[in-house]
T-cell receptor, first 113, second 114 residues
Framework: DTAVSQTPKYLVTQMGNDKSIKCEQNLGHDTMYWYKQDSKKFLKIMFSYNNKELIINETVPNRFSPKSPDKAHLNLHINSLELGDSAVYFC????????????FGEGSRLTVL | GEDVEQSLFLSVREGDSSVINCTYTDSSSTYLYWYKQEPGAGLQLLTYIFSNMDMKQDQRLTVLLNKKDKHLSLRIADTQTGDSAIYFCAEARYYGGATNKLIFGTGTLLAVQP
């Protein structure tokens, strides 16, 4: 029974398209995150939500819009995709805001052509 | 700077000890973490250390913390081929209000030769 699940696992699309990645956690956690991992494996936080409220919003282009319909779900919508958006996007969750133990999904590999 | 630095690559033989090093930046970080990423998977927490400790041992894993130098290390005893992965250190950096954010290091690829 997967704790943090993301779909799709792979996404290949053309520049300029709009795409979404969905994330769900069944751990009962209050906080969810999106991280981006680039081709050099650098991992950087993009957003965090706590009980559906946006808490962390790093310097991310406006083309990226997270949405949390409830505390078990955090989706990421990306408009007008660019080549530089190609990366692996990881969803994660933690029990609370200050927790350092994050539970990660398996990642969604986005390739923009 | 903001970066949490690690060496890129470490190669060891099966049965040897591995030592992965990390230099972090925020002296006020209360917890420091080690995560493991296997190929094609997400990160998984291995262990953590509270900032008022110098050392923590957890089975084959030993974490050493030098607060003065902001240096963290992870020692894996009797390294096995299944330990081959990327290892990330992370510091919990205060963000604001009641929030920390985890800043991950640059990652160290550990290759274990049979």
């Amino acid at each position: 029974d997967t704790a943090v699940s993301q779909t799709p696992k792979y996404l290949v699309t053309q520049m300029g398209n709009d795409k979404s990645i969905k994330c769900e956690q069944n751990l009962g956690h209050d906080t969810m995150y999106w991280y981006k991992q680039d081709s050099k494996k650098f991992l950087k936080i993009m957003f965090s939500y706590n009980n559906k409220e946006l808490i962390i919003n790093e310097t991310v282009p406006n083309r990226f819009s997270p949405k949390s319909p409830d505390k078990a779900h955090l989706n990421l919508h990306i408009n007008s995709l660019e080549l530089g958006d190609s990366a692996v996007y990881f969803c994660a969750s933690s029990q609370e805001l200050r927790a350092g133990e994050l539970f990660f999904g398996e990642g969604s590999r986005l390739t923009v052509l | 700077g903001e970066d949490v630095e690690q060496s890129l690559f470490l190669s060891v033989r099966e049965g040897d000890s591995s030592v992965i090093n990390c230099t972090y930046t925020d002296s006020s970080s209360t917890y420091l973490y080690w995560y493991k990423q296997e190929p094609g998977a997400g990160l998984q927490l291995l262990t953590y250390i509270f900032s008022n400790m110098d050392m923590k041992q957890d089975q084959r894993l030993t974490v050493l913390l030098n607060k003065k130098d902001k240096h963290l290390s992870l020692r894996i005893a009797d390294t096995q081929t299944g330990d081959s992965a990327i290892y990330f250190c992370a510091e919990a950096r205060y963000y604001g209000g009641a929030t920390n954010k985890l800043i991950f290091g640059t990652g160290t690829l550990l290759a274990v030769q049979p």
